[in-house]
């Protein structure tokens, strides 16, 4: 099950999965950037890319945002493959970007409900069969913006924050299983990418590299992350970002200071944030730290990213 799949990211990992010789269910319900007008001709066309390689594939149109929807959605994947699906990949979302102050309840909802409903949800809808098989692979598309930070970005980046606590909390959970769950924060230039406008000179000039990083660089990662040969790596954070592959730190106590008698406000000024300020972490959002150009991907001439 491919959430998101009839475009950008998830469209080359639905062909990536297809190829490798999954059933692909490109669930994607063919909406604008902003949510609006869908269109299930995405999916359909993804689904038959991957039929014409010689694959096995449908489309799913369902919003699946809702414990229903959701439900629906797998028990139709599960009807056509004769079997419940084994491998989530999701990659579903909208932008509506805007200062937290400025943006609408509307576009919260929006945004949180494309990137953080519709993965909590089709989650639950495949986790009791996932627990009773013993075997599973889930992969969350999550942004760098909800690790570090985006300005203008407040809503996107609480959806991605939050699929990283569940990457944790699920893998935690089915630690003992062979059901593995990892986090991918992928840079490539997508529509996403595109919808961005250039208001400053750091933007300007990450926008002019951003082409460099495609899609199709990020979907083996996430492929691979999909097989058997991924069995015990599970609650990582991934990059992609065209030729690199990295690995991320999370979130760990690094300095600590103890006053046995307790704190107070004059103790955490004096002795607590002199000990604890060399440690504090910047206010670098995501584009001070990956601003910079991609490495690409060396391809040969005529040949498709």
Known sequence: MVSGGGRGIGRSVALALGAAGHAVCVNDTGVAVDGTAPDPQPAERCAEDIRAAGGRALAIDVDARTP?????????????????????????????????????????????????????????????????????????????????????????????AGLFGLTRALALEMAGRDVCVNYVAPFAYTRM??????????????????????????????????????AGVSGQLFGARGAEVSIWSQPRPAATVVATSGWDAAGLDAVARPALEPHLVPLESEFDLFGGPPVAVERASGDEP
Do not use: N
């Open 68 to 160: 229903e929807a959701a439900e629906q959605a797998i028990f139709r994947a599960a009807e056509w493959a004769g079997r419940s699906p084994t491998v989530l990949v999701h990659a579903a979302g909208t932008l509506r970007d805007a200062m937290a102050h400025k943006a609408a309840a509307d576009d919260w909802a929006e945004v949180l409900g494309s990137h953080l409903s519709v993965g909590v949800e089709l989650t639950r809808a495949m986790l009791p069969d996932l627990r009773a098989g013993g075997y599973g692979r889930i992969v969350y598309l999550g942004g760098a913006a909800g690790l570090v930070g985006s300005v203008g970005q407040a809503a996107y980046a609480t959806a991605k």
């Open 193 to 230: 990418t595109e919808s961005i406008p250039p208001v400053t000179d750091e933007l300007r000039e990450y926008l002019r590299h951003a082409r460099r990083a495609t899609p199709a660089d990020v979907a083996p990662l996430v492929a691979w992350l999909c097989s058997p040969a991924a």
